[in-house]
């Protein structure tokens, strides 16, 4: 009765069970198994896998033969298996982590007639302590372009560790709260528009626990801060939510990394495509998304459109070659830059002729006075040449010429064709 009692209970355990088990002879042949292992096996059902051994069950040899190797193992040695991670079988190509404890199984003898095994499903637990563990060897081993990391437990709401490293330019500030954390996090950010001023502006765990659930497991913002020496740099802030794997408190990892050269170089690049490459000037395309923006967002100031064509420039380049004409444009770009503003636009539409765009005019008589300078720099910048050169300049209005840089671009252009045709070396204001 009692023999009838426990195979019953072995058979309702293996039925409901959710873990992984087995029972195997000392021939390595299966006996037994419940559904979690056939489904690991990737089989339909358990006649698929009793009365056969690993070998003829696992299309993997390499997995049958582990398998095989380390029952063997067991039953040389005697001693039994408890809480061995493995890998186990795939699931549609991701991996899995089994923990394994295996028992030899004796009769009333004493004699080993087999091996119970048990395999319970750990990936989850595994991957998390995985990533864990790897996040955390920021707080022993800092990286050299990781200025400072901070492990803040999120169910406490308390900095549990904290490394920082100094730079050449200074370092960041020690805080002993995440309150602190978050105060000069927000008042170092140089650009206050920076989506990390209103990350930081609602750290709290409330707030933290929203982003967890939503899915989010780090998020990741670049800024300019600036350091306790005044200097400012760029930075990647990484933010990573992980699971302390003691506690089980959902907790936040927060990196500051360096990436000050990078980003100057991407800048360099950027300021490239930006500027016309002989004479440094913005190129034409650039120039008109500036002034668009201008018009855009000042729209109720008085702007002002010169475009400037230099009289008798072919002569230039027909007697002294284009390298002449070229070094002619390099400096007058130069000196028309110097001349106005830097809130100005000042850009090259090509060839020798160029647009510059005066912002905000408070007195009428200035843009006389501009447009005098602008054929005074010509004249100045062509004064030792051996040609004779001037310019020509027509100038519109905004927003009494029209309210588009289409409908200012029309009319200085007519100006400046009737400031050629009448003499040259003038300026004209477009009717």
């Known amino acids: 009765m009692k023999k009838e009692l426990m195979e019953l209970a072995f058979k309702l355990i293996l039925k409901n069970s959710n873990d992984m088990i087995f029972l195997k002879d000392t021939n390595l042949v299966y006996q037994a198994v419940s559904m979690p292992f056939v489904k690991m ?36 040695t005697r001693k039994d298996l408890f809480h061995y991670v493995e890998p186990i079988t795939d699931d549609n190509g991701h991996p899995r982590y089994g923990s394994t404890s295996k028992y030899l199984v004796r009769n009333e003898q004493d004699e080993i007639i087999g091996i119970l095994g048990i395999t319970k499903d750990i990936t989850t637990e595994y991957l998390a302590r995985q990533r864990y563990q790897q996040e955390f060897r920021y707080l022993f081993d800092l990286p050299e ?26 370092t960041l500030q020690a805080c002993q709260t995440v309150e602190e954390i978050c105060r000069y996090a927000v008042d170092s950010i140089v650009d206050q528009k920076n989506e990390a001023v209103d990350f ?22 670049e800024y300019e801060r600036g350091l306790s020496d005044g200097s400012t740099r760029w930075v990647h802030n990484e933010v990573h939510f992980l699971t302390d794997v003691d506690s089980g408190h959902l907790c936040v990892m927060l990196s500051v990394k360096d990436i000050n050269e990078s980003k100057q170089e991407e800048q360099k690049i950027i300021n490239a495509a ?10 034409r395309e650039t120039a008109m998304e500036a002034i668009k923006q201008v018009l855009q967002h000042e729209s109720d100031q008085l702007h002002v459109l010169f475009m400037l064509d230099v009289d008798n420039f072919k002569a230039l380049n027909d007697t002294f070659g284009h390298q002449a004409g070229d070094e ?12 106005f503003r830097d809130s100005d636009i000042v850009g090259r539409i090509g060839g020798d002729e160029f647009f510059i ?6 007195e009428i008589n200035q843009i006389e006075k501009k447009a005098q300078d602008i054929l005074r720099i010509v004249s100045d910048v062509a004064k030792n040449l ?19 840089l289409e409908a200012l671009y029309a009319k200085a252009d007519e100006a400046l064709y009737k400031a050629k045709h009448s003499g040259k070396n003038q300026y004209i204001f477009s009717e």
């Open 328 to 339: 002619f444009l390099i400096k007058l770009a130069g000196e028309l830059k110097n001349s």
């Open 386 to 404: 051996q040609v004779k050169l001037s310019g020509s300049v027509g100038i519109s209005l905004y927003p009494g010429n029209g309210r588009t």
């Open 145 to 170: 372009d990781t200025y400072a990391v901070c492990y803040i437990d999120v169910d406490d709401w308390r900095i549990i560790k904290q490394r920082r490293q100094n730079i050449a330019e200074g």
């Open 200 to 221: 930081y502006h609602n750290f709290v765990p409330a707030k933290l626990r929203d982003i967890y659930a939503s899915g989010r497991s780090s998020l990741s913002y």
């Open 357 to 362: 765009f005066l912002r905000n005019v408070m």
């Open 274 to 283: 930006k500027l016309d490459q002989m004479t440094k000037v913005l190129n």
């Open 41 to 76: 096996a990737g089989k339909a059902s358990a006649d698929e896998i009793i009365g056969h051994t690993d070998s003829e069950i696992f299309s993997g040899q390499q997995l049958a033969k582990r398998y095989e190797t380390d029952d063997q193992k067991i039953l040389t």
